[in-house]
């Protein structure tokens, strides 16, 4: 299995700010994954980031709300930038590795914004 | 539309019984359909992967069957804790020529509660 950590585990902003949300990975992968749960529903893959390319954004997403950056091939950040309470999710991090593919998740990020 | 439906979307129980949790998907092509734990504030957990050609999968207490033909999938729980009290995912990976790049779809999620 994969480990993945994420920081910070939670955090409560005011409307207008930005965060940047942190995720390592114990090994080396190719893909990482950003997702969104809002509270009571599942999750919702923002983009994917891919180490040396820009990020791919799923609709309904878009890099100025949402810039990702992937340094390496073991770490990601995710910024959710000039936040309104709209934003209050909780943010994941995924990565997948193995025959099939198994997909990993961190702990999220749970964000409250005022 | 790929989609991934889940029921109950709640379920409560007393401690020591089991219970079956149902999932049912329109993904296609499919590629592999997987179970979830997800605790109340945590990342999901995978409990069980399942391929095309698997019909069931244990993984401890957990026992998870899959019927490609008719797009069903369960989840079995036997002699329920309290710590099962969780929120269980069933997420399907549709098949891709590009591999490593395949969607998952995303179910809404089982929120079970184990009562003592």
């Known amino acids: 299995s994969a480990v993945i950590s994420q920081k910070p585990s939670r955090d409560i902003c005011q409307r207008g700010t930005s965060l940047t949300i942190q995720c390592q990975v114990d090994s080396q992968v190719t893909m990482m994954f950003w997702y969104r749960q809002q509270p009571g529903q599942s999750l919702t893959l923002i983009a994917t980031?891919?180490?040396?390319?820009?990020?791919?954004?799923e609709s309904g997403f878009v890099i100025d709300k949402f810039p990702i950056s992937r340094p390496n091939l073991t770490f990601s950040t995710l910024t959710v930038s000039n936040m309104s309470p709209e934003d209050s999710s909780i943010y994941l991090c995924?990565?997948?590795?193995?025959?099939?593919?198994?997909?990993?998740f961190g702990p999220g990020t749970r964000l409250t914004v005022l | 539309k790929n989609q991934v439906e889940q029921s109950p979307q709640s379920l409560i129980i007393l401690e020591g019984k089991n219970c079956t949790l149902q999932?049912?998907?329109?993904?296609?092509?499919?590629?592999?359909l997987r179970w979830y734990k997800q605790d109340t504030g945590r990342g999901p957990v995978s409990l069980t992967i399942m391929t095309f050609s698997e019909n069931t999968k244990s993984n401890g207490r957990y026992t998870a069957t899959l019927d490609a033909d008719t797009k069903q999938s369960s989840l079995h729980i036997t002699a329920s804790q309290l710590s099962d009290s969780a929120s269980y995912i069933c997420v399907v990976r549709g098949a891709s020529s590009n591999f490593g790049n395949e969607k998952l779809t995303f179910g809404t999620g089982t929120r079970l509660t184990i009562i003592p």
């Open positions: 995924s990565a997948h590795r193995g025959p099939v593919n198994e997909q990993f």
């Open positions: 999932c049912n998907y329109t993904v296609s092509p499919f590629s592999n």
């Open positions: 980031a891919n180490q040396g390319s820009e990020a791919t954004y």
